[in-house]
């Protein structure tokens, strides 16, 4: 048997050593490049029980995508043996994600006559690092960041025995023989301590930032209860305004903070242990600073060692943990780098020295309309394979230019690479150079051909031309809002057509414009524009995604209102100057590009309803304009947005919000609730993309409609959307293992380029 999936690193063999014993078989079982190989002999009743249990009792780590079966002449073996790893041609197998400390090692722990009692690296094949510690294939100890450390003779005698629970634990160690933490000033210096733990605690306590080591980076952590000590956080950190991650010392107490529901509870215990955005509840003793303006609270659990030991000191209920780094930067992972980069931010550091080689952010996600959604894929679920639904040849694809993410394809897996961030620096294009290297070096993908975005302007586009252009590799030009919607199409395994509602802040168009209300009739090799949000001018171009006031204004402005009246300045926060300069770049076209994008609209709308005339942070003001909503009811009447025939699929539809802003502004003037007109105008958006889909429905005949785009983050938007176009008889279709925002454009523009390929 060949067995190809996620089955190194997860105590695949150790199991497949118990079944096979339990039947009496005789034989091997050994990793090699395609994941593992397993050789049985015995009666042919115990070798039919053994692939029933070998597909039905994997371990939970484990994720099997294919059994390959042959027959073999008998050789007469006697019992049972895990054989040294193979390593022979390409490299097909996964490396495992890290996963969280399991029940297990968390008892001992605990336990003061365990051996390993409050050693903060003890782990076993169903929990601890994996990516973040792998330089290569097959996952052995050798290619990890543990072969500096020699095993004792007790660890390695676990390691050793396959029915223990260490048996292969790459990362096994102990106190005697592992890696050791310890804790340093600002400057580097060794605080002397007994406990660098619980002196680590002491300065936690008592307000200030320590950055403290993980699993995929350094995370800088302070008190979250400390509202002075927050602030001073955000100032060094240089991060107005988004929101803090939290985690918290247990479910328990992550209830007391948030409105939990079951699947939000669910998916706190994740292996991933991902960060969870919850509705957080009033008076909960976080400090005011955490995550201003907004109703949720990113909540997540300790998932290593020395997390769960600086949660087990009674002091400590909720901590900020939040990546270490300066705002945008890529998170630091090497003691040296942290020192020079976080000396100016934090008080403290808590060392360690197990390499870290692979940086990963923590993972963060959300249930959006009762279905759990990624809104950052990173630790926990990078490298898994996502599936592709047709043969790619090995490809590249780039993805975009914010929330950088790659893809790297063959046959029917895309791998995905973790979070990196916005490429908006050298140090952020280094990263995604770096974890490029790892990921072709790990499965052994030389691409043949690179996907990138059509946008001239993107970092990564210009990045994919240079290096294709040295290899003499075919180049892909996908456009933005088709990957979005390729990729949802991919995940549910179509090849269309559908009805594309590609719903984002920013994106090229073929027009030259800029995308992000789009409604699209897509296959994945190429796409039709349906129905659009009518133009409107962004005075000052990027300057009007920073201050959302410009964007208000062109909105007014091309809805035909006089927006130089003194009520509308005054509703704006403009001066008179300001608005004859963006009157004049609008009338003279000049820095004053045309956008069709929904982001944009929102940007506008909480310009107007919510005074939000600077941002802090990328969607903070639909962010704020969601979160007034939320505790409105569903059936808040919309705002009219009329549909304005096109001539498809030569002309698109067009549409047209000018009417929603009259009724906006009346029910402002007229004093209605903030709350109810942010809900009117989610019900308007709703009710307007609805009825282009059904529009689309009667040019083309299509009745499945795909759901993505950034905006698709928005819980409110998305249940009246759903709702609706079910309601019309719609099968609609989202996202699940991949991010619909920009973290997913990668793995949509893989699913175009094998698409285009196949077909040449």
Not at 337 to 352: N, S, T, V, Y
């Amino acid at each position: 048997m060949r067995v190809c999936g996620v089955v190194q690193g997860v105590g695949f063999r150790p199991f497949v050593y118990r079944i096979a014993s339990d039947g009496r078989l005789a034989g091997h079982i050994g990793n090699d490049t395609d994941g593992v190989t397993i050789e049985v002999e015995g009666s042919s009743d115990e070798v039919t029980r053994f692939l029933t249990r070998l597909r039905e009792e994997a371990p939970p780590m484990a994720r099997i995508d294919s059994i390959e079966v042959g027959e073999l002449p008998p050789t007469g073996e006697a019992g049972f043996s895990i054989v040294e790893s193979l390593v022979l041609g390409r490299v097909s197998t996964g490396i495992p994600a890290d996963a969280a400390t399991c029940a297990d090692c968390r008892r001992e722990l605990m336990d003061p006559y365990d051996r390993r009692y409050r050693y903060p690296f003890l782990n076993c094949t169903n929990c601890g690092p994996r990516f973040t510690i792998t330089g290569s294939i097959p996952y052995d100890r050798p290619q990890t960041s543990m072969a500096v450390f020699p095993m004792c003779a007790a660890c390695q005698a676990e390691y050793d025995d396959p029915r223990n629970r260490r048996f292969h634990a790459q990362p096994n160690a102990c106190a005697q023989c592992g890696p050791h933490v310890w804790l340093c000033d600002a400057d580097g210096l060794e605080i002397p301590s007994d406990d660098p733990i619980t002196a680590c605690i002491d300065r936690l306590m008592a307000g200030a930032i320590v950055a403290i080591k993980g699993v995929g980076g350094f995370h800088l952590g302070v008190d979250a209860t400390n509202e002075p000590a927050v602030m001073r956080l955000r100032e060094r950190k240089r991060r107005q305004g988004k929101p803090l991650a939290v985690m918290v010392r247990d479910l328990e107490v992550a209830r007391e903070l948030c409105e939990l529901s079951e699947d939000e509870m669910g998916l706190m215990l994740l292996p991933a242990r991902p960060i969870v955005l919850a509705r957080s509840k009033d008076a909960n003793g976080i400090a005011p600073s955490v995550a201003p303006g907004v109703p949720w609270l990113g909540v997540f659990l300790p998932y290593a060692p020395l997390q769960h030991l600086l949660f087990a000191d009674d002091r400590v209920r909720a901590l900020v943990m939040t990546s270490a780094n300066l705002s945008e930067e890529p998170i630091a992972i090497d003691n040296d780098e942290a020192r020079a980069r976080l000396g100016a931010i934090a008080d403290a550091f808590l060392m360690h020295n197990r390499e870290i080689l692979q940086r990963c952010d923590d993972s963060v996600v959300a249930v959006v309309d009762g279905a759990p959604q990624l809104l950052r894929r990173a630790r926990g679920f990078v490298p898994l394979a996502v599936e592709l639904p047709i043969d790619a040849p090995p490809l590249l694809a780039v993805g975009g230019h914010l929330k950088s993410v790659f893809t790297l394809a063959r046959g029917r897996f895309a791998y995905q690479s973790q979070h990196l961030g916005d490429l908006e620096s050298l140090s952020s294009l280094g990263f995604f150079e770096e974890s490029l290297a790892h990921l072709m070096r790990t499965f052994e993908i030389e691409p043949e051909a690179v996907a990138h975005d059509m946008h001239p302007g993107y970092m990564s586009t210009s990045w994919a031309r240079t290096w294709a252009e040295a290899r003499g590799l075919p180049l892909i030009a996908v456009q933005h809002h088709h990957a979005h919607i390729a990729a949802c199409m991919a995940e549910h395994a179509t090849e269309g057509p559908v009805i594309g509602l590609s719903l984002d802040g920013t994106g090229y168009g073929t027009d030259g414009h800029i995308w992000g209300g789009e409604v699209l009739v897509c296959s994945l090799r190429e796409f039709t524009r349906f129905a659009h949000l009518d133009y409107v001018p962004m005075p000052g171009g990027d300057a009007a995604v920073r201050e959302p006031w410009r964007m208000a204004f062109g909105h007014l402005h091309a809805a035909g209102l006089d927006t130089g009246a003194g009520p509308m300045l005054s509703l704006l926060g403009g001066t008179a100057q300001e608005t004859r300069v963006l009157t004049q770049m609008i009338e003279r076209k000049i820095n004053a590009p045309l956008t069709s994008s929904l982001g944009r609209l929102f940007d506008a709308a909480a310009a107007v309803i919510l005074g939000r005339r600077k941002v802090d942070y990328e969607a903070q003001p639909a962010i704020e304009l969601e979160g007034i909503a939320a505790e409105e009811p569903d059936d808040a009447a919309p705002y009219p947005i009329a549909l304005e025939s096109g001539e498809w699929p030569r002309e698109p539809a067009r549409l047209n919000v000018h009417a929603l802003w009259r009724q906006m502004l009346q029910e402002l003037k007229t004093g209605v609730p903030k709350a109810r007109i942010a809900a009117s105008f989610h019900s308007g958006i709703a009710h307007g993309f609805a009825q282009a889909a059904g529009a689309a429905r009667e040019a083309t005949g299509i009745d499945t409609v795909v759901l993505s785009g950034g905006v698709m983050h928005n819980r409110r938007l998305t249940r009246l959307l759903r709702r609706e176009l079910e309601t019309q008889g719609f099968r609609v279709l989202r996202h699940r293992s991949v991010s619909p925002g920009d973290g997913g454009l990668s793995y949509g523009q893989a699913a175009v380029a094998a698409a285009i390929l196949r077909a040449r």
